[in-house]
């Protein structure tokens, strides 16, 4: 691949505290006529969801959100790559299982926000799709449990970045359902 060339130096420019984990996560149905504004230093600006779509929040359990973005190799030699995001839920309501068939079935798109700051979208071109959905009552009183989520998908691209939180919070759904 003669275009796979770097442009510049990779140097550590931050000397800050870092935290790992995962503080928000938004989703919203994969369309591929959303549209994203991007800049020339390939962060996008802003999100122009199809028709009346929305993003969503999602409140999961504490500690239990993570996110990978892995480079993939087919048999062919060709790379790709992949967008991992795991989260639990612990909700088991009327509204967990209203929502349940579109997690487990549907395509989405997702932002999340790490404890640093960082904002990444996962699955822009392809979305994801729910590789698990599967609930886990615990056996032991200390046991974790609940709805553990993982979707995953094919990209051709690294996560992109956000601009800051503000970019998705401004096409999310800002209703809070109450059982």
């Known amino acids: 691949m ?4 770097l442009t510049s130096n990779i ?4 000397c800050q505290y870092s935290i790992a984990g995962v503080k928000a996560v938004y989703l919203f149905n994969y369309d ?12 996008i600006s802003a999100i122009t ?6 993003a969503y929040k999602i409140d999961f359990i504490n500690n239990t959100a ?7 190799q087919n048999g062919n030699g060709g790379k790709y790559r992949t967008h991992t995001l795991n989260f639990s839920l612990s909700e088991y309501d009327y ?7 579109a997690l487990s079935l549907g395509t989405f798109t997702a932002v999340v926000v790490d ?15 729910a590789t698990a959905f599967n609930y886990a009552s615990g056996a032991a009183d200390a046991d974790a449990n ?19 939180e503000s970019v998705i919070a401004a096409v999310a759904d800002e209703t809070i359902v109450t059982p």
């Open 66 to 72: 993570s996110f990978s973005d892995e480079l993939a």
């Open 146 to 164: 609940g709805w553990t989520v993982t979707l995953a998908g094919t990209e051709k691209e690294i996560a992109r970045l956000l601009e800051s």
């Open 32 to 43: 591929s006529k959303h549209t994203y504004t991007i800049g020339a230093d390939g962060v």
């Open 11 to 14: 140097t550590k420019t931050n």
């Open 2 to 5: 003669a275009g796979c060339k």
């Open 95 to 101: 509204n967990m299982l209203n929502q349940g068939d």
């Open 49 to 54: 969801l199809s028709g009346s779509d929305k």
């Open 115 to 129: 404890k640093s700051g960082r904002v990444v979208m996962l699955g822009r071109n392809n979305g994801l799709n």
